[in-house]
């Protein structure tokens, strides 16, 4: 049994087939999905997102969103998404590394939970590119 499983963001659909398994970040934690999960409404956290197809795992990066579970079918609205193998590493590690430089010129209350954000967004894509895949 597989799970039907679509990521959009406003601009495109960046995933959409039957997979076996998901593993989510929600905004309370992680969650493993299976097929005959419990229907289900949440909020998804910027994290990175496992997929298994057959015994291959994948990952996407998510910039978090909603996601809504219901008879097998996974939908998932993101305001952006990237599947790890199609990161670039070394564009990654420079705008991760411009990231926490911008952490050292913060001047206010806004800048900080802007910079906060576009570090962890950063953090984000690094992690779906090295993401350790469970076996």
């Not at 679509?6 to 299976?34: A, C, F, H």
């Not at 015994?55 to 998932?76: R, V």
Request: hydrophobic share 45%; charged share 25%; no cysteine.
């Amino acid at each position: 049994m597989t799970l039907n499983l679509r990521v959009l963001t406003p601009t495109r659909v960046v995933w959409d087939s039957q997979v076996k398994e998901i593993i989510l970040s929600t905004n309370s934690g992680k969650i493993g999905i299976l097929p005959n999960h419990a229907s289900l409404v949440t909020a998804v956290d910027i994290a990175v997102m496992k997929i298994r197809i057959n015994e291959k795992w994948s990952t996407i990066a998510l910039m978090g969103g909603f996601a809504k579970i219901e008879q097998n079918q996974i939908i998932l609205w993101v305001n952006d998404a990237e599947k790890g193998v199609d990161i670039d590493p070394q564009e990654a590690q420079e705008v991760f590394q411009q990231a926490k430089a911008n952490a050292n010129r913060v001047l206010g209350k806004r800048q900080k939970i802007e910079v906060d954000l576009a570090i962890k967004r950063a953090r984000t894509r690094l992690e779906a590119i090295n993401a350790v895949l469970p076996n």
